[in-house]
């Protein structure tokens, strides 16, 4: 039987996740399905992610 990750070779080259920040937080917002479409338009334009867009705009709109 095949054991993925075991294979010399195979698996993530060592060192190819260094200083990336892993994003644990999580925070759920309630919206109406035509403020969700309006985001995700709002995002795309923008280039982002819908979950970077909202961050980005909420900490700008803060300090």
Known sequence: ??????RAGSGRPKGSVQNIEHK???????C??????QIKKLAKESNKTTSRFIVDTILATTK
């Not at 644990?24 to 309630?30: E, F, K, Q, T």
């Not at 109406?32 to 479409?37: C, G, I, K």
């Open 24 to 30: 644990d937080g999580r925070i759920v917002v309630a």
């Open 1 to 6: 039987m095949a054991r993925g990750g075991y």
């Open 32 to 37: 109406t399905q035509q403020e969700l479409e």
